[in-house]
Structure formats: C-alpha cells, structure tokens
C-alpha cells in the first residue's frame, strides 16, 4: 500500500471540478482539504466522491495503488479557509470562471499562505496576469487548466505569469505527473492558451462548413469521431505530418502549397448565431435532446467511452 505523499492540497471549490481535483489527488496518495464557503456544499461534494470513488472500485477503473475507502480517508472537508491552507504543499482554485471571484479568492490567499507553497488556478479562459497581477506570491502562482472530465483526460495545460518562478512551473509539472495527469507547459501566455485555441479552429472551420452547406451537422460531427478524432486519440497533428510522409520535412515539401491553397479559402470568424445555430441545434436534438435528462444519459456514456479509452491508451504505450 502507498503511503500518503507529504504535505497536504486544498481544493477551494466544491464543484465538478473541484470533486474531480479532490479524487485525483488523493489517488496520488495526498491528503486532500475541500474548503467551500457553505457546509452544505462540503457535505455533498463529499458524498458525492463517496459515491463515484466506490462505483469506480466496482468496475476496476479507480485510479492510484489505494483502495476507495483509503482513498476517501485522505479527503475531508474544512470551511475556514486560513485552517484549510496551514501546511499545504498546493492549493487548487477551482470556483466559477467569474475573474473577479478569482480575483477576490487568491487575494485572501496571498494574505494568508507561506512563502512555498503553490497557488494554482483551474481556470479556462482567463489569462495569469489578469489573474495574479499585484500579488505579494505572484511567483508561486500558476494556472493548470483541466480538461473536462478531469479524471478521465489527463490533459493539464500549465500557463506561467511573466513573474511565476521557474520552480513553481517545474514543481507543478512534477505533482501532476505524480497524479497521473499528462502536463504540458505553455512557455508564455496567450489568450485561449493550447488546447481551445485548437478546439476554436476545428468549430470555426465545421461551423463555416455546416453554413455553406457543404455537409450536415450530424456527417461533420462522424468526419471527426469516426475519422480524424480515431487518429488524434493516440498520435498529434505534428506527429501524423511526421508519419504521413517520410518526415515532417518530407510532408512539408510535399503538401505545403496544397495545405496553403486551402487555408486560404477559410472564411472569416463566424457568428455563432441565426439559421445555422437552429439547424445544428435540431441535429443535434435528434441524436440527443436537450433535455437534462438525456443529456446527462449521454455524458454518462462519453464518460465511459473516455475511461475506456484511457485504458486502452494505456495498454498500447510504447514499450
């Protein structure tokens, strides 16, 4: 059995991000504090990972060397927060995407924390040095964006304020490789950081494809599950140039101008609005309709399809 990793983390915010942090590390055997400003949220966060943990267990798909049970006495709730950070090796902001709740939350820290540990943000969208500017820690803080849901793609995108330290970004890098997750440093910041400014591209260019009416909503959607999103599950678009020729220096020489020559028929940023959104909306009802119910049906489903593949993936690394 692992014993439990020194020093403790603190998770300030209970909600789905916040319970997917909490569970990820404490399957790294880390001793975990849940702080949220109302003890209700706590008390259902809790129970709420109770639950998942236990039906993770029951289908094999539980993370870490730990049962459930020693998983779950690793994680406790606290709603004082000057109590929650005393110790704490790392602390996790995960509350809403509202900058100025960010904003309010990690000056509270700054007033209360030590000189070593790491002040990280889950945030999406909002840039470090709109985030920690003026911070007495500013060189201890981060973001480390998840992708969702968090404990089933391991991606973690680590974005540096121009004033974060070296140390902060590596120690960081290194806890979340020690959890399982897959780390990547994003050497400076910039608006959308990696992994949506690649996520923006592909619906730009499938919504500008479902608008001129080259394809249907439902067919765009099967040309990435069922073609490219096969490939990039396993390899990235670098790496498929590398193996589609003998070399990216050998693709380039070949496809460049093809590539070129259709890059610059790409329209102009659409408006994600009008006729197009009801027609994508009506396909995708017929497949899922909107109602809570189903869709929380389906997310279920993607969820087990992610947990299945991650497995899979794992089986199949290079050896």
Wanted: aromatic residues 6%; charged residues 25%; glycine residues 8%.
């Amino acid at each position: 059995m692992a014993s439990p990793a020194a020093g403790g983390v603190v998770i300030v915010g209970s909600g789905l991000i916040g319970r997917s942090w909490a569970m990820l590390f404490a399957s790294g055997g880390f001793k975990v504090k849940l702080y949220d400003i109302e003890q209700q949220q706590i008390t259902d966060a809790l129970e709420n990972i109770r639950k998942e943990m236990k039906s993770l267990e029951q289908s094999g798909s539980l993370k870490g060397s730990l049962s459930a049970e020693q998983q779950l006495s690793l994680i406790g709730g606290c709603g004082n927060l000057a109590e929650a950070v005393e110790g704490a090796v790392h602390i996790q902001e995960c509350v809403p995407e509202n900058l100025e709740l960010k904003k309010k939350i990690f000056a509270q820290l700054d007033r209360i924390v030590d000189d070593r540990v790491i002040l990280s943000s889950s945030s999406s969208c909002l840039l470090p040095s709109k985030l920690f500017t003026g911070l007495a820690h500013v060189k201890q803080c981060i973001v480390a964006h998840p992708v969702n849901p968090p404990y089933y793609v391991p991606l973690v995108e680590l974005i540096p304020h121009p004033e974060t330290a070296p140390a902060t970004m590596d120690r960081t890098y290194a806890l979340m490789k020690k959890i399982g997750q897959s780390p990547v440093r994003v050497l400076k910041e910039i608006d959308g950081f990696v992994l949506n400014r690649l996520q923006y591209a592909i619906i730009s260019e499938a919504w500008r494809l479902v608008e001129e009416e080259i394809v249907s909503p439902s067919d765009l959607d099967l040309v990435m599950s069922d073609g490219l999103g096969m490939r990039y599950a396993f390899i990235g678009p670098l790496e498929t140039m590398h193996l589609n020729a003998e070399g990216v220096i050998s693709y380039c020489e070949r496809y460049s101008e093809g590539m070129k020559r259709v890059l610059k028929t790409f329209g102009p940023v659409p408006e994600f609005s009008g006729a197009t959104v009801e027609r994508v909306n009506e396909d995708m009802c017929m497949k899922v309709p909107d109602d809570p119910e189903h869709l929380a049906a389906r997310r279920q489903w993607r969820d087990d399809c992610l947990m299945k593949l991650s497995v899979l993936k794992y089986q199949m690394q290079p050896k």
